[in-house]
Each structure stands twice: as C-alpha cells, then as structure tokens.
C-alpha cells in the first residue's frame, strides 16, 4: 500500500529521516519509490526532503532551501553525528546571502 507524503515523519528542519520513516512502518522500498516518483528529493544517505512543485522547484529560493537543508542533513547525519558547517554552508543556514556560492559542496 503507498504511503501519502504528508504522512512521512519530519523532524523540526523538514527532513524525512530514514530510521525514524523505518520506525512508523516505511520501507526502503517506500522511500525509492517516492524518490523516482519526484515525491521525496534524496539530499545525503538516509536523509530526504518532500519535493517542491516543478515550477517552483526551479526558483533561486527553492534551490536555496534545498541547499540549506542539505547542509543540515550532512551535519546531523548518522554517519557524522552532529559536525559543524562553515563556509558557504554555515551562510545558508543562517540565511545570509552571497555573490557566487559553491552550491556543490557542503562545507
């Protein structure tokens, strides 16, 4: 049976963690489909965001958010634990802007 989207735990950030998904009964299975379906963005292992709408998804905030919350997602991974952000990174979490960031890379 699929799951509806608003029906995957997120945590205070936004984010779908895989463990917490595990806990409530969605599968890795579940989480694949949703990311082929365009329902779920893979951001870093185990970590996932609901997608935003096709045209929105293109806007510079939406590419932002993603970013930002990318940045979260690797530096409360599981793998990590909680590291610490700089650069680029820490500028996207806190909002700040800049002329030309490495939106490759989190830092």
């Known amino acids: ?12 950030p936004g984010l779908i963690r ?24 893979r951001l870093t292992r185990g970590v996932f965001m609901i ?4 045209a929105e998804a293109r806007t ?9 919350l990318a940045c979260i997602a690797a530096a409360t991974s599981a793998r990590t634990g909680d590291a610490p952000l700089s650069h680029a990174s820490a500028a996207a979490l806190h909002g700040l ?11």
Do not use: F
């Open 51 to 54: 997608a935003p709408p096709d």
């Open 97 to 107: 802007p800049l002329l030309s960031p490495d939106r490759g890379t989190v830092h």
């Open 60 to 68: 510079p905030r939406a590419r932002e958010e993603r970013y930002r």
């Open 18 to 41: 895989r463990a917490t998904a595990q806990k409530i009964g969605i599968s890795d299975d579940d989480l694949g489909a949703a990311v082929k379906r365009a329902e779920l963005v």
């Open 1 to 12: 049976m699929r799951i509806p989207i608003a029906d995957y735990p997120r945590d205070r």
